[in-house]
């Protein structure tokens, strides 16, 4: 590795093209806009306001507060100070992780209805799972890996490895 490094030119990033970030910033807002307009006819429109409108609406704003906070990452600010940044990526982690939850409820829900043909009445159920096991996945992750927070491939390798010895124990005990 030390060969490489010193063989290798340092590589110069020429980030110019201003129209490319209005494009992605336009994008990000019509998004975020058509999220939020959801999310308000959900709240204040009585005959959208069924158990599966509910649990989009969650994804939505979940996912808009996380649209928000990728954009915040884009300062220069919050990429120069490194507890800016570790508090920014967290939320980040959590917001992508519950708007991912929230879809898992939405499955569920889903499920619930062409099983059991439980259609509504329900959506204040998925409330402590679609925020609570976000949390609990963020916040083990920073309890065991604070350390590698930063270093994104450490992180995942630790889990991946997990499983994937897990797997190969019970695969040749059987």
Known sequence: MAVIKEMSEPIEVHDKCEFLNYIKYAGIGLTAVLMLVFCLLV?????????????????????????????????????EKEHLNLIVGLIMAYLYTSSATWITCEAHAVFKALTSGIISGRSKI????????????????????????????SVFHHFWFLILNYNIIRFYRN
């Open 43 to 79: 709240i204040t429109r009585k005959y959208i306001d069924d158990m599966f409108h509910s649990l989009r609406m969650h994804v939505c704003f979940t996912w808009t507060l996380a649209l928000a906070a990728h954009s915040v990452t884009d300062f220069h600010m919050v990429r």
């Open 126 to 153: 998925y409330l402590p799972f679609g925020y609570g096991t976000p949390l609990t996945i963020v916040g083990l992750l920073f309890l065991f890996y604070a350390d590698d927070l930063g270093k994104v491939f």
